[in-house]
């Protein structure tokens, strides 16, 4: 062991959720604990870049080489 390891194995952790007031019970714990989850990785998905559209890159404004052969210049039109 390292130490930080160490260091963080001898740490408390602070609960992420609490109750205040109230005695919850299990399936209304379950739901909470569901719903902040659903939101907190809806945030994470918000937060990845969105994919490029390969649509208008400038690569595509480069032709291909041309291939020389029998029935190339029909499929040179697909």
């Known amino acids: ?3 930080d390891e ?4 001898q740490e408390p952790t ?6 205040v007031k109230g005695d ?8 909470l604990v569901a719903v902040v989850a659903a939101r907190n990785a809806a945030a994470a998905a ?5 994919p490029r559209s ?6 595509r404004l480069h032709r291909g080489p ?5 029935g190339q ?6």
């Open 1 to 3: 062991m390292t130490a």
């Open 6 to 9: 160490t260091t963080e194995a």
């Open 14 to 19: 602070t609960p992420r959720l609490r109750v």
């Open 24 to 31: 919850p019970t299990p399936e209304e714990l379950a739901a």
């Open 46 to 50: 918000s937060e990845r870049p969105k």
């Open 54 to 59: 390969e649509w208008g890159h400038p690569v």
């Open 66 to 70: 041309h291939r020389v052969g029998p």
């Open 73 to 78: 210049w029909r499929a040179s039109a697909w």
